[in-house]
């Protein structure tokens, strides 16, 4: 990568020319042959980690959480073991609460050994308890390795925690290579979505004056490249090429701590797997890895772009559609839609006011005059049958149906994405533009 970790993390942050003085947060990473072995317990004297409280489930206690252990025995050092009994548990108020409940106050630093779960419940706990957190990972599956935030359902609403960063990271390339091959390409899919993220961030700095910064977007772009390179080679279970993976999404990661939100990593693909987590959450539905939902919401939303590059805005169209929209209407669907989550998405509303007429004229006339620089903005992303086609080398998923989750289901997903959070992406553009129903139907997914 262009952007080498070490020499990030050596530094005590930088200025920028954007203005901003970034600040990476992680401390340490070690990802290579023997980093468990060669890092842990040198780990623990640095953070003045005595009686560690290792977290993990049934699938990485296999994985990594017995070699964790392992170590702490033959060195001397007392520990504190939770193990999730659930299979797959999912990020929400009962796994946190559990966390809680099982690391006593012997405890004075979280050993996180797993995935994106593991990880997003480590950080919660370590920010409640302001305690050291140390994560070990076991598959090269998302990019929140490094993040100051944590991912979790609360209410029912999927949600972007403020917590804390790890303070180090260590991937062992064996560990890492032994993972299930769905999670190392849901490693994948999480990167391939910065295409759209990326796209998204600079739309929105020109529409709605949101904060941007070029260095920051090129450093998830090298990741996003280093991950497209290594893709094939890790999904192989190669070593160095799964290492270089895990790398470059731990670079991601530091890159939405640079920027202070996690705008360069996330956009309308992300809250479309959101969608289906939330979904899946209230009434069962399927749904797969969060990186294999974001790939295929990638996909979905290339396509959408592209459609959107063909057609000419028309001002009338655009108002008459504000006009009829229904906000009644529209929480009704969305309690139909997601349950109790919507209400979290409903109150969130309440305070934005995205739909208020006045704000929409307001930003369609902004939208019709910096037009082009739009389009120039989607200009930059790839089309939607070249990432196809790298999917499919690699084995990812390129529809919903291939885990379960229905067209209708997907369709639906796209036109409620604009209401997870309060940024600004390609669903709201549609919305403004009166396009957003007829392109979700339009939609071959």
Request: with cysteine; net charge negative; aromatic share 6%.
């Given at each position: ?165 790890p303070d180090a990271v260590i991937g062992d390339a064996a560990i890492l290579a032994s993972a299930p091959v769905e999670m190392i390409r849901s490693g994948v899919g999480d990167m391939a979505a910065k295409y759209v993220s990326l796209t998204e961030w600079e739309i929105a700095h020109l529409l709605i004056g949101e904060y941007y910064c070029p260095i920051v ?229």
């Amino acid at each position: 990568m262009k952007y080498e970790l070490a020499k990030l993390l050596a530094g005590d942050g930088f200025s920028c020319s954007c203005g901003k003085n970034h600040f990476g947060l992680l401390k340490d990473c070690c990802i290579g042959e023997n980093a468990l072995a060669e890092n842990l317990i040198p780990m623990l004297e640095k953070y003045s980690i005595r009686h560690p409280f290792v977290l993990c489930d049934r699938e990485t206690f296999r994985a990594a959480g017995e070699q964790v252990t392992t170590l702490l025995q033959q060195n001397g050092i007392a520990y504190t073991l939770h193990c999730i009994a659930r299979t797959r548990p999912a990020p929400d108020e009962r796994i946190v609460g559990e966390a809680v409940m099982f690391c006593d106050a012997r405890c004075d630093g979280v050993l996180a050994v797993g995935g994106g779960v593991i990880n997003d419940t480590g950080k919660v706990l370590s920010a409640a308890r302001n305690i050291p957190d140390i994560y070990i990972a076991t598959a090269p599956s998302m990019d929140g390795f490094a993040s100051a935030t944590s991912s979790m359902e609360r209410e029912g609403l999927k949600v972007s925690l403020p917590s804390r960063c790890p303070d180090a990271v260590i991937g062992d390339a064996a560990i890492l290579a032994s993972a299930p091959v769905e999670m190392i390409r849901s490693g994948v899919g999480d990167m391939a979505a910065k295409y759209v993220s990326l796209t998204e961030w600079e739309i929105a700095h020109l529409l709605i004056g949101e904060y941007y910064c070029p260095i920051v977007a090129d450093m998830v772009r090298d990741a996003l490249e280093t991950c497209v390179r290594e893709a094939e080679a890790a999904v192989k279970g190669d070593h160095e090429a799964v290492c270089h993976l895990a790398e470059a999404l731990v670079l991601s990661g530091m890159a939405m701590n640079y920027a202070g939100v996690s705008r360069p990593a996330s956009g309308m693909e992300h809250y479309i797997s959101h969608i289906l987590d939330m979904q899946a959450l209230e009434f069962g539905n399927p749904a797969s890895y969060h990186g294999i939902q974001c790939g295929v919401g990638t996909l979905i939303t290339l396509q959408a772009y592209e459609k959107l590059r063909s057609v000419k805005p028309d001002k009338e169209k655009a108002l008459a559609y504000a006009k009829a929209f229904s906000l009644q209407a529209h929480e009704e669907h969305l309690r139909k839609q997601l349950g109790k989550g919507a209400e979290a998405m409903i109150a969130g509303e309440a305070k934005e006011g995205k739909y208020d007429t006045a704000k929409h004229e307001e930003r369609l006339e902004k939208i019709l005059s910096i037009y082009d620089r739009i389009l120039a903005c989607m200009e930059k992303l790839p089309a939607e049958a070249e990432l196809t086609e790298f999917f499919k080398k690699i084995g990812h998923p390129i529809s919903g149906k291939e885990f379960g989750v229905t067209e209708d289901a997907l369709k639906e997903a796209f036109l409620m994405a604009k209401d997870i959070r309060d940024k600004y992406v390609l669903g709201r553009l549609l919305w403004d533009l009166g396009l957003l129903d007829e392109f979700a139907a339009a939609l071959n997914v």
